[in-house]
């Protein structure tokens, strides 16, 4: 048994003590030739001390020396013999034959404590079994004649034995059974006491059946080897019924506060949003907040994209419905295993707390329930997290990015769930004004500051970093602190994203006029003004508008979905298959479909570039999910009421379903002579360019805007007066060559 903060009972209220006397004496009278040792002795003669029997031990001493004398079971030596023989001190009443035995059997030394050496010889002349009548004589009762025989254990204290005084809170909180309290009490009891570490800690009691000796049943001991990794007493005691440091911080504040305070802290709300900075629809919110003020146990699953505003939302819902806010610690803040994180939340959510919401954040690992092959074979969580939801007394709100490897039955068990998209800017911007509203500084700069947010990419979090900066600068210069803000910002986004935000004009030197495509990009322009204008006046329901570009790469036709934004002024929502596709079954549906609703929420142009492998003929497909993949997108492409551009290389391989859903369908060729001749000009406007020069690369069949740009980009490291005409083209050609057999061929004779 392990003592943890032991403490003499000489520091114990008096029952306290008489308590622990009595499992003493359980442990000495039911076990077959305890050792008896100087320890031992030690502890009854400071149990004596302690309820003030010392004089009542040495006279029941006494008379047992006497009676063992007169029974010959000790012999007295003689005054004139007592130098020729073994003694304990000279100076000692009595002096007997039987004293070097003693000290032998009992490893005793030379002792001035003549009561310590005549409870020795009572042991040794009487028997072990003598032990238990002394212990019943000196404590158990008052009688002045000593007759010895069994003394019963006074009813008060075997009442007080029999009462929860130090664990029944746990009982009326609910965290324990009576059986599991009466365990955890009398364990605590024993392993708080100094007298019995010193007496008890070199032999190991769980082998001799300890918790019977000191009273408890085989139902109470059971209670708890049962259900020790459930609730509390996982954190109340180890395998081998150790006692925790938390169970001892418990029991001593009589609260279970050290135990929330182990795995939880209080979560301020007096920074939360205001709860209609959310684009969480009324109705959802209002069954949120029902589902909290309610009288039953709740849990609601916060999920969807990450920088989304889960957390914030799930603060504010909070601090709506008036009530206070616990967030569990992370396994980084308790240095805890995934598995104690179960345990530690199922004891906590057993226990009711009033007035009061947990919120778990980052709860992927928690709730990853599907079986996951590991280094030790198989993990399976389901059962222990689902038992949290069976326990659960309080109202709790989860929070994740993704549900794949949560498993039905899981799901299954929240009483509510709110999907969130990407937070839309109409929102940011709310929540950003709602924040800059409270700094001491000019309108001007919170105006700049504002227009600050909606250039970035950012989240709740970001602004929270912007605000946190602004509070820590002592600055008063306005130009310095905008400049500074804008660094947050902006590191804030490119680590999110990889970029500060998607390049969403077109460079400058961007003439659609150069574009040879199939349907005149000037065309297409006009085609999507005109829908968008018929669907305004229209109500047919036919908002939708679907465009596909197709051709060579570099043709131009992610920067002329750049140039319809630039029109339109929408801004784009760029999404590439890395973005999209999944190694999880399941996941890439969910992506497509998360995409759609974002671009729709915040009323973008989606653009999927390189869009090839969403395309794929069904016919042709080898596996299901092949096929699950292009039924998602063709089914979202249906419902989409926004604008769609998607781009592709490789048009052949396109389900035919597919192609037949786009309003507009064009491909994107290489460049004619005539946009050869205008992209040499706007690159390169100091270089003049012959004709043989211009004929050299209208002979290729896969010049493209993009060759134009790649070159542009390399000769800005080159001395200028190495940058001729035949240069220039000759790079433009060595590229064409690089494609050949690609993308293209060429036509006549190239000298």
């Known amino acids: 048994m392990m003592y943890l903060y032991p403490r003499s009972i000489m520091g114990f209220p008096e029952e306290e003590v008489e308590i622990r006397l009595c499992y003493l004496y359980s442990i000495l009278s039911k076990t077959p030739n305890p050792q008896i040792d100087e320890e031992m002795v030690k502890m009854i003669f400071a149990f004596a001390r302690r309820l003030e029997k010392t004089e009542r031990l040495r006279k029941v001493l006494d008379f047992l020396i006497t009676k063992l004398w007169n029974d010959d079971k000790l012999n007295l030596v003689p005054e004139d013999e007592r130098d020729n023989t073994w003694s304990f001190n000279s100076r000692?009443?009595?002096?007997?034959?039987?004293?070097?035995?003693?000290?032998?059997?009992?490893?005793?030394?030379?002792?001035?404590?003549?009561?310590?050496?005549?409870?020795?010889?009572?042991?040794?002349a009487g028997g072990i079994s003598l032990l238990a009548r002394i212990l019943e004589n000196v404590f158990f009762t008052s009688r002045k004649d000593f007759s010895f025989k069994p003394v019963k254990m006074p009813q008060r204290i075997k009442k007080a034995m029999e009462s929860l005084t130090l664990t029944k809170f746990l009982v009326d909180s609910g965290a324990l059974t009576e059986n599991q309290a009466f365990f955890l009490q009398a364990v605590y009891r024993f392993s708080t006491t100094s007298e019995f570490s010193d007496s008890f800690s070199r032999y190991n009691y769980e082998n001799s059946d300890i918790f019977e000796k000191i009273g408890l049943s085989e139902e109470q001991v059971a209670s708890v080897r049962e259900n020790l990794v459930v609730g509390v007493l996982n954190g109340f005691f180890d395998n081998d019924l150790d006692i925790s440091k938390l169970a001892i911080a418990c029991v001593k504040a009589q609260s279970l506060q050290p135990y929330f305070n182990d795995m939880s802290r209080p979560l301020s709300l007096d920074d939360a949003f205001p709860i209609e900075s959310f684009s969480i629809k009324e109705d959802e919110r209002k069954l949120v907040e029902s589902f909290l003020k309610g009288d039953d146990s709740a849990n609601i699953l916060l999920y969807g994209a990450a920088g989304s505003g889960k957390t914030e939302f799930a603060k504010s819902i909070v601090k709506a419905c008036g009530m206070n806010a616990i967030r569990f610690k992370n396994s980084y803040e308790t240095e805890n295993s995934t598995e104690a994180a179960i345990s530690a939340i199922n004891s906590c959510l057993a226990i009711k707390r009033k007035n009061t919401v947990f919120i778990i954040d980052e709860a992927e690992s928690i709730l990853e329930t599907k079986p996951v092959d590991g280094l030790f074979g198989t993990v399976c969580r389901k059962a222990s997290v689902n038992k949290i939801f069976e326990r659960c007394q309080n109202k709790v709100i989860w929070i994740v990015n993704y549900t794949n490897r949560?498993?039905?039955?899981?799901?299954?068990r929240f009483t509510y769930s709110v999907k969130f998209d990407k937070m839309s800017e109409k929102n940011m911007e709310e929540i950003a004004l709602s924040r800059l509203s409270t700094l001491p500084c000019s309108s001007n700069l919170k105006k700049r500051l504002l227009t600050l947010c909606s250039k970035y990419d950012v989240t709740g979090a970001s602004v929270g970093n912007m605000m946190t900066v602004m509070n820590s600068l002592n600055e008063k210069d306005e130009e310095k602190i905008e400049n500074t803000i804008k660094k947050v910002l902006e590191s804030n986004s490119t680590l999110l994203y990889g970029q500060a935000k998607m390049r969403e004009k077109t460079k400058s030197s961007y003439d659609i006029s150069v574009l040879n495509s199939t349907v005149p990009a000037e065309e297409i322009v006009e085609m999507v003004e005109n829908a968008k204008a018929y669907a305004q006046k229209n109500d047919t329901g036919e908002e939708g508008i679907r465009m596909l570009f197709y051709g060579l790469s570099g043709t131009g036709k992610t920067e002329f979905a750049r140039y319809i934004s630039q029109k339109l002024g929408k801004k784009i929502l760029l999404k590439r298959a890395s973005d999209i596709i999944s190694k999880y079954v399941g996941d890439t549906e969910k992506n497509i479909s998360e995409a759609f609703n974002e671009a729709e929420q915040n009323d973008m142009i989606l653009l999927f570039d390189e869009a090839d492998s969403f395309f794929r003929d069904r016919e042709h497909a080898q596996y299901e999910w092949e096929i699950t993949k292009v039924n998602e997108f063709l089914t979202q492409m249906e419902e989409f009421k926004g604008i769609l551009i998607c781009t592709t290389n490789l048009r052949k391989i396109m389900d035919k379903a597919m192609l037949r859903r786009f309003h507009i369908c064009t491909e994107f060729k290489a460049l004619n002579r005539d946009g050869i001749e205008k992209l040499l000009k706007r690159y390169f406007p100091s270089i003049i360019f012959n004709e043989k020069q211009v004929d050299s690369l209208d002979r290729y069949d896969s010049v493209t805007p993009g060759d134009f740009g790649s070159i542009s980009g390399r000769v800005r490291f080159m001395a200028p007066a190495k940058v001729t005409a035949d240069y220039i083209t000759g790079e433009l050609i060595e590229l064409q060559k690089e494609k050949d057999g690609k993308s293209g061929s060429v036509i006549g004779f190239v000298a």
């Open 406 to 412: 949560m498993d039905d039955s899981t799901k299954r």
């Open 92 to 124: 000692f009443k009595y002096h007997f034959y039987e004293d070097e035995a003693v000290g032998d059997k009992f490893s005793c030394y030379r002792s001035n404590n003549e009561n310590y050496i005549n409870f020795l010889r009572c042991i040794f």
